[in-house]
């Protein structure tokens, strides 16, 4: 399975959101989006899931453009986990259970409930399950919306800035869960994340997106120092120490005439 994007541009009245994007991602691979705010990553997201869809180019699923589908279908082959989830009122089970519901319609048949108990027994979730989702912590929420979106058994996995908001060890208890399922599951995983060092721990792929383009598409650990200085335009250094990335980004502080150079040190978590 693959996907394949060519010549993607998006455009609202008069206003470039992407441009140009190139892209070709394979399954069971997990794809990490980098770039400032402001590139267009959260857009490249959601113009794969047809949530914008003023969009030119192609998106191939398995040679299938994916633009000329209407959004019913496809939400069967791509499920998308936005940045913000609106309190909802609902308990786990619920949301669970509509998650499916986009997949199969209104009546839940016994393949459906089989599902969702599979991903409840995954996710080691039983205890939420007749909690309302909105009295629970962030870490168990995002664990919840990251199960839901496995219920519809999609082919494309979307998620943006999943670890958001989470402490390190629900960071890293979040990542290690989504590259599992990617694996096992044989995804095409795309997500959004903004510490570097995470990105560079856990993704097959790194996407660096800046000014709307795709600057540079890299397995992770072929990433080096210059790449990401121009991706952020600051100067930065990255070393590997088992398997582990530490980055350090420097900036200059002008104090009359005496100029002070010092790098910060973004300790690593993993």
């Not at 409840?120 to 039983?126: A, L, R, V």
């Not at 979040?174 to 721990?201: F, G, P, R, S, Y």
Request: glycine share 4%; charged share 25%; proline share 2%.
């Amino acid at each position: 399975m693959s996907l394949n994007i060519k010549q993607l541009c998006v455009k609202i009245k008069k206003n470039k959101l992407l441009e140009n994007i190139d892209l070709n991602l394979k399954n069971s691979e997990l794809n990490i989006i980098i770039g400032p705010n402001g590139a267009g990553k959260s857009t490249l997201l959601k113009s794969i899931c047809k949530i914008i869809d003023n969009v030119d180019g192609e998106i191939l699923l398995n040679n299938e453009d994916i633009i000329k589908k209407d959004i019913q279908e496809v939400s069967k082959d791509i499920s998308y986990m936005g940045q913000f989830q609106n309190n909802s009122n609902l308990n786990v089970i619920d949301i669970l259970e509509l998650s499916r519901r986009k997949y199969s319609g209104f009546s839940l048949n016994k393949k459906d409930h089989e599902v969702i108990e599979k991903i409840i027994n995954e996710f080691n979730i039983e205890k939420f399950l007749h909690k309302n989702i909105d009295f629970l912590s962030g870490g168990e929420k995002q664990k919840i919306f990251l199960a839901s979106s496995l219920i519809q058994e999609p082919k494309i996995l979307l998620l943006d800035e999943p670890t958001s908001f989470l402490d390190p060890k629900n960071q890293i208890e979040m990542l290690e869960i989504i590259k599992k399922v990617t694996k096992e599951k044989k995804l095409i995983t795309i997500m959004v994340i903004h510490d570097l060092q995470n990105a560079l721990h856990y993704a097959n792929k790194i996407i660096m997106l800046k000014d709307k383009k795709i600057i540079d598409f890299q397995d992770s650990q072929d990433v080096d120092a210059k790449m990401i200085s121009n991706l952020y335009n600051i100067p930065c250094e990255i070393f590997w120490q088992n398997g582990h990335p530490f980055t350090f980004f420097g900036h200059t502080h002008n104090h009359g005439n005496k100029h002070h150079n010092h790098h910060h040190n973004i300790k690593d978590t993993n």
